[in-house]
Nanobody, 128 residues
Framework: QLQLVESGGGLVQPGGSLKLSCAAS????????IGWFRQAPGKEQEGVAC???????YYTDSVKGRFTISRDNAKNSVYLQMNSLKPEDTAVYYC??????????????????????WGQGIQVTVSS
């Protein structure tokens, strides 16, 4: 059974950093593109960062230069390093994966136009 479990969320002050982790089980990440998505209160869900099995990356404009997506296939885990956090980064963050043969582009994955398996989500709050 495929499962994704996020951890590392919480409360952080503006300008601070946080690293989210996502542990995968029931499958190996080697054959999957990975992504982080978020949904803020009253807003639509959006793709934040996506990465292919070849290490290629795509970031939404609002997080470029601040967030970094990465993976450790040996640990079967996905990460999102978030720096220079802003109050508008407050949201529930979800990790998700797409089986590589089903991937069109990373931008399409981040636009949720690819089949996605989802984690349960974790809260990130940026506030003083």
């Amino acid at each position: 059974q495929l499962q994704l479990v996020e951890s590392g969320g919480g409360l952080v002050q503006p300008g601070g950093s946080l690293k989210l982790s996502c542990a995968a089980s029931g499958f190996t990440l080697d054959d999957y593109a990975i992504g982080w998505f978020r949904q803020a209160p009253g807003k639509e869900q959006e793709g934040v960062a996506c990465s292919g099995s070849d290490g290629s990356t795509y970031y939404t404009d609002s997080v470029k230069g601040r967030f970094t997506i990465s993976r450790d296939n040996a640990k079967n885990s996905v990460y999102l390093q978030m720096n220079s956090l802003k109050p508008e980064d407050t949201a529930v963050y979800y990790c998700a994966v797409t089986y590589t043969p089903f991937l069109r582009t990373l931008q399409a994955m981040c636009a949720m136009s690819s089949p996605l398996y989802w984690g349960q989500g974790i809260q990130v709050t940026v506030s003083s």
